[in-house]
């Protein structure tokens, strides 16, 4: 048989002394507790984290039921904390917090303390909002720093959904072990930052860790390069892909590193449209893979040549290489960023100050010479003494005028804020028209109204070619061609403003005229023709073998071009037609239709002479413009003008800026 071995003799009895000892122990607690409630009947601890713990084990030094309020004194503060949580209260004193946050501040008061995993608890995840911020908010600087974490894509996900597991204050910052957010020890310092938000998001962080180039500087030690605090903002973290303030402010985020490739960018359409607010236009983060971000020359990297096909086709659709290869950080005033766009702006830039250079000294000269003619009392007025008025335009060129000038206006005013974006008068502009895509939706509009009158023209110069039979029109005093009498003129012009001869005899067209007509023929050439590239850049990448280079130089074009047309209409072409003196304030005659007899002989003698001996200034003859008809131009004539003056004026403002 088996033999039991038998327990020693003595063991059942000192297990009954343990047993009996316990019991005592527990009766007597429970006897502490009694007595302390019958006086604190208002003291509840079942329900706190506390519930275990007896009062004596706090209050040591009351060694009699019957004890005065002077004993508890020296048991308040953190000491009796530390009686039981000596660790915590240790790293609590080595932290920022140090003497001057003790535990009652953070945890609340010890009869009431709940434990940390309690939704009521101030250091629940969503009570640490509210303790923090009872603190901090009052902090020089830190004002508005729990605000934004409420609003932000960690406070929504915390307090508005409801996940406990969302980022808190001790999250990032640590619980008791909490140092200035630069201290090495700091969970958000540069070294442990990368780590402390990778706790959650592992994919990211190891995507940017072991691909991306800044990852790979981080590993190298390199303290310069950008980790996630870097681009993501620390208590305003939106989410890039659906917050819009978040994802225009991507680009702001890598300027701060990438200084000159921001300013190129910014100096491109994309960059302009969202500083302007389009949210759709390429940030950095659409070219360059934000975690995965290599160089150009890694065939890993979406700006690699094998890749950009797919990545400019993300936004773009099918695109051709040509298409692809534009460069949206090219510098056009550099020739070894591209030499045949540096070509072909700095061409640009010659056209611009000649233009503006020989018609600022034309028009001031002009200004002065006009001014002491208008005190001589040698021009006539607008007005006919006689109330005899010429005929000069018929209804279809009214009516084209006025397209020209409803179309040019609407260009220019959706034009100037992109190409100004930085201007501070730019978004109010892009706002009155409803936002950048409405602003967009209406320069195009008034695209199409531009080749629209153009193509009108056209038509009728054709038809007065080919069907009329029309003699002179590409010849002779009623052509729009410049002839030798026009060069003649120019010089006769200037020896007038110099007071050095008489103002030359004016025909049909004057020299300043002809300059406007053919600017239109020239601005629909450049102005147009590279306005469509850059409005349909597959299409035209497709039918004709071009480079990328060639739409970076369209835009340049477009651009500079429609800077000279904006600048010559509301300076130069206003002046000669509406603010020199002998016309100020507002030539009506393009409204009309018609001229005083009187201004037109003076004006225009030579036409003058021609029709009277030709027989044909009788036929011309028409009735003067009706008072109601002449507040109507004026009203609309101020406003076409002030808004002209207007851009020009933003013109000047946004060029002195930049």
């Not at 932290?95 to 608890?121: F, R």
Request: hydrophobic letters at 40%; aromatic letters at 10%.
């Amino acid at each position: 048989m088996a033999r039991h071995r038998s327990l020693p003799a003595f063991l059942p009895g000192l297990l009954a002394v343990v047993a009996l000892a316990l019991t005592a122990a527990n009766a007597s607690a429970q006897e502490r507790e009694i007595n302390c409630m019958a006086c604190h009947d208002d003291v509840h601890f079942d329900s706190t984290a506390h519930a275990e713990v007896a009062c004596k084990d706090c209050h040591t030094n009351v060694t009699r039921p019957r004890h005065k309020k002077e004993d508890l004194a020296d048991l308040t503060g953190d000491a009796i904390c530390a009686q039981c949580h000596t660790m915590a209260t240790r790293a609590v004193g080595r932290s920022v917090h140090g003497e001057k946050v003790g535990c009652m501040d953070c945890h609340g008061d010890a009869h009431t303390m709940l434990k940390n995993d309690d939704l009521l608890s101030p250091m629940s995840p969503v009570g640490q909002v509210r303790t923090c911020g009872d603190c901090h908010a009052g902090l020089p600087g830190q004002e508005q720093m729990i605000d934004s974490f409420v609003h932000s894509v960690h406070g929504r996900g915390l307090l508005r959904s409801g996940l406990v597991g969302s980022p808190t204050c001790s999250t990032c910052h640590g619980g008791h072990r909490v140092f200035p957010v630069e201290d090495e020890r700091s969970p958000t310092s540069f070294q442990n930052s990368p780590k402390m938000c990778g706790d959650c998001h592992a994919y990211v962080y190891e995507e940017w860790l072991n691909v991306s180039a800044h990852g790979e500087a981080y590993k190298a030690g390199n303290t310069e390069t950008a980790t996630c605090i870097d681009c993501h903002s620390s208590h305003e973290i939106m989410d890039p892909v659906l917050d819009r303030r978040e994802r225009l402010g991507i680009v702001d985020q890598c300027g701060d590193c990438h200084g000159k490739y921001y300013d190129l960018y910014r100096g491109d359409f994309h960059g302009k449209a969202t500083n302007l607010g389009l949210v759709v236009s390429a940030t950095c983060a659409d070219c360059h893979h934000p975690h995965a971000t290599l160089g150009k020359d890694d065939p890993r990297s979406t700006i690699h040549e094998s890749n950009l096909q797919a990545t400019c086709g993300d936004c773009h659709g099918a695109v051709t290489m040509g298409f692809a290869t534009y460069n949206p950080h090219i510098n056009p005033n550099d020739p070894e960023s591209h030499f045949y766009v540096f070509l072909i702006a700095m061409a640009m830039h010659a056209l611009i100050i000649g233009v503006f250079g020989f018609f600022g000294i034309h028009a001031l000269l002009w200004l002065q010479r006009g001014i002491v003619g208008h005190m001589r009392g040698e021009f006539i007025g607008h007005h006919s003494p006689s109330n005899t008025y010429v005929r000069r335009f018929k209804k279809r060129d009214i009516n084209m005028h006025l397209l020209i000038i409803v179309t040019f206006l609407l260009l220019a005013a959706t034009g100037l804020p992109l190409k100004f974006s930085y201007a501070p008068w730019a978004q109010t502009v892009v706002d009155l028209f409803g936002g950048v895509e409405n602003t967009m939706l209406l320069h195009r509009l008034a695209a199409i109204g531009t080749f629209g009158y153009f193509v009108w023209h056209l038509l009728i110069l054709a038809q007065r070619f080919f069907i009329k039979k029309e003699k002179g029109l590409f010849w002779g005093p009623n052509s729009m061609t410049p002839q030798l009498k026009d060069g003649k003129d120019i010089v006769a012009m200037f020896k007038y403003f110099l007071y050095k001869g008489p103002r030359p005899e004016g025909d049909r067209w004057t020299y300043w005229e002809k300059f406007d007509y053919l600017a239109v023929f020239w601005g629909m050439m450049i102005i147009g023709g590279s306005g469509l590239m850059l409005w349909f850049p597959n299409f035209f990448t497709q039918i004709l073998p071009l480079p990328g280079w060639v739409l970076n130089a369209a835009y340049v074009v477009h651009s500079e071009e429609a800077l000279l047309a904006t600048g010559f209409i509301f300076l130069f072409h206003f002046f000669h037609t509406h603010l020199r003196p002998e016309s100020f304030p507002l030539d009506p005659v393009i409204f009309t239709g018609s001229q005083p007899i009187e201004r037109f002989k003076e004006e225009r003698p030579l036409e003058y002479q021609r029709m009277v001996e030709e027989g044909t200034l009788e036929q011309n003859i028409v009735p003067a413009p009706t008072p109601e008809q002449m507040r109507k131009i004026h009203f609309w004539g101020f406003v076409a003008v002030a808004i002209g003056l207007a851009c020009a004026v933003g013109i000047f403002t946004a060029l002195l800026i930049y």
